[in-house]
């Protein structure tokens, strides 16, 4: 029964394609992110959604564009590919983003690699 | 905006010995989450402990806020511990600031 499940789990791609991967979680929590961890295993956040509403946005290329139907989903699609958005992505979630809330709970992660 | 360090960057111990990592950060935090991230690539909740000690297993925490640190001990090491160990503190938004994470190997 997992609680934050993202899809795909591994993503091979060509430069200058458009992907997307979805991220449901099954917690209840009102809150969902988006981390990107590089080569060098550091973890950023990218993307924070609060109900549906975008809370942070992290100096992200305008390539990379996360949506929210509702509050259980945050998908992040990605447009023109490029070497350096190879990495791995990871969703998360929370109860409370608005404030210092609760701790957060995340996927498995998906690997990107653009060739 | 707060910096968060981790000690050491690389560690690697025979099975069954005892460890320390430390976080040390920059600002005042109300929480503080550790992690284990597998060599499968998964982020795994070890703790969330703003403040204290707390156990589970052969992992216990202890984080003194007032002195910006917090400590991740593990007895009796296995190597199914191996991996990296992040400590993570929250900032505007909730969004967690992550520290470059200690790098473990536990050889048998």
């Known amino acids: 029964d997992t609680a934050v499940s993202q899809t795909p789990k591994y993503l091979v791609t060509q430069m200058g394609n458009d992907k997307s991967i979805k991220c449901e979680q099954n917690?209840?929590?009102?809150?969902m992110y988006w981390y990107k961890q590089d080569s060098k295993k550091f973890l950023k956040i990218m993307f924070s959604?609060?109900?549906?509403?975008?809370?942070i946005n992290e100096t992200v290329p305008n390539r990379f564009s996360p949506k929210s139907p509702d509050k259980a989903h945050l998908n992040l699609h990605i447009n023109s590919l490029e070497l350096g958005d190879s990495a791995v992505y990871f969703c998360?979630?929370?109860?409370?983003?608005?404030?210092?809330?609760?701790?957060?709970?995340f996927g498995d992660g998906t690997r990107l690699s653009i060739l | 905006g707060i910096q968060v360090e981790q000690s050491p960057p690389d560690l690697i111990l025979q099975e069954g010995a005892n460890s320390t990592l430390r976080c040390n950060f920059s600002?005042?935090?109300?929480?503080l989450q550790w992690f284990h991230q597998n060599p499968w690539g998964q982020l795994i909740n070890l703790f969330y402990?703003?403040?204290g000690t707390k156990q589970n297993g052969r992992l216990s925490a202890t984080t003194v806020a007032t002195e910006r640190y917090s400590l991740l001990y593990i007895s009796s090491s296995q190597t199914t511990d191996s991996g990296v160990y992040f400590c993570?503190?929250?900032?505007?938004?909730?969004?967690?600031?992550f520290g470059a994470g200690t790098i473990l190997r536990v050889k048998s």
């Open positions: 959604y609060n109900n549906k509403e975008l809370i």
């Open positions: 917690l209840g929590h009102d809150t």
């Open positions: 993570a503190v929250p900032q505007y938004g909730n969004k967690l600031v």
């Open positions: 402990i703003p403040s």
């Open positions: 600002d005042s935090v109300n929480n």
């Open positions: 998360a979630s929370s109860q409370g983003g608005r404030g210092l809330g609760q701790p957060q709970h």
